[in-house]
C-alpha cells in the first residue's frame, strides 16, 4: 500500500535562512507526488506536484521539490523563508492523480525573527 | 472567491443526531472527494466520485454517505454521530484527466459533543 512519511514533526527556520522538509514515499510502481501546505485554520493550498518527467518541479511562492527514486523522496525546498511561510505542510502520494491521495502526518513550519 | 464551497465553516453536533455536510465546486471539475483530518489521524481519504458515480470509498461505517445530487455538488451525510466523529471534513475536486492535482475548500469543522 502506499505511504508517505514526514520524519520532522516540527521544523524551526529563522526568516531568509533556506528550508527543506523532508517527505519519503513507499510505493511500487510510478508515483505521483504532491506537496500541499495549509495555513491556520484555512484549507490545503497545493504547493506543487510531480508527474513522471523532470525530477525538479517548481511550485508557488519560490518553492521547489526533488524526486529521487532511488532515496524514494520527495524533499521540498525553498532558499529563502518568509515569515509568511509559518504554515504545515503535507507530502501526499497517489498512484494516478485522480484517486486517492495518501497523506503524511504533516510538518509545522515555525518561522523565528 | 473561494472556488469550492463548504457549508457550514463550523458545526456542533450532539450525540446520536446526523448531519449533512455541504460541498458545491464551480471549477468545472468532473471528480469530487472528502478527505477527514482529525487530532489523532492525518488526513484520511475517504470517498471519491467522478461524473456523480462512486469511484472509491475508504470509509470502513456506513454511517457516511455523499450525495452527489449535481455534478458540481457532493455532500456527505453522516448518521448516528459520535464524540470520534469530530473532525475538519475538505471536500475537494479535480478536473478529469491523469494530470490535475486535487483542489481543497476550507472545510467543515465538526465537533460531536
Known amino acids: 500500500a502506499q505511504s508517505v512519511t514526514q520524519p520532522d514533526a516540527r521544523v524551526t527556520v529563522s526568516e531568509g535562512a533556506s528550508l527543506q522538509l523532508r517527505c519519503k514515499y513507499s510505493?511500487?510502481?510510478?508515483?505521483?507526488l504532491f506537496w500541499y501546505v495549509q495555513y491556520p485554520r484555512q484549507g490545503l493550498q497545493l504547493l506543487l506536484k510531480?508527474?513522471?518527467?523532470?525530477?525538479v518541479v517548481q511550485g508557488v511562492n519560490g518553492f521547489e521539490a526533488e524526486f529521487s527514486k532511488s532515496n524514494s523522496s520527495f524533499h521540498l525546498r525553498k532558499a529563502s523563508v518568509h515569515w509568511s511561510d509559518w504554515a504545515v505542510y503535507f507530502c501526499?502520494?497517489?498512484?494516478?492523480?485522480?484517486?486517492?491521495?495518501?497523506f503524511g502526518k504533516g510538518a509545522k513550519l515555525t518561522v523565528s525573527p | 472567491d473561494p472556488k469550492i464551497i463548504q457549508k457550514p465553516k463550523y458545526l456542533v453536533a450532539v450525540t446520536g443526531s446526523e448531519k449533512i455536510l455541504i460541498c458545491e465546486q464551480y471549477?468545472?471539475?468532473?471528480?469530487m472527494y472528502w478527505y477527514r483530518q482529525s487530532a489523532k489521524k492525518p488526513l484520511e481519504f475517504m470517498f471519491s466520485?467522478?461524473?456523480?458515480?462512486?469511484?472509491d470509498n475508504q470509509t470502513a461505517s456506513s454511517r457516511f454517505q455523499p450525495q452527489s445530487s449535481k455534478k458540481n455538488h457532493l455532500d456527505l451525510q453522516i448518521t448516528a454521530l459520535k464524540p470520534d466523529d469530530s473532525a475538519t471534513y475538505f471536500c475537494?475536486?479535480?478536473?478529469?484527466?491523469?494530470?490535475?492535482?486535487?483542489?481543497f475548500g476550507e472545510g467543515t469543522r465538526l465537533s460531536v459533543l
Open positions: 475537494a475536486s479535480s478536473r478529469g484527466g491523469c494530470n490535475q492535482a486535487p483542489l
Open positions: 510505493y511500487f510502481g510510478t508515483p505521483y
Open positions: 510531480y508527474y513522471p518527467g523532470d525530477p
Open positions: 501526499a502520494v497517489s498512484m494516478l492523480a485522480r484517486s486517492k491521495l495518501s
Open positions: 471549477l468545472g471539475h468532473n471528480a
Open positions: 466520485y467522478s461524473y456523480q458515480k462512486l469511484m
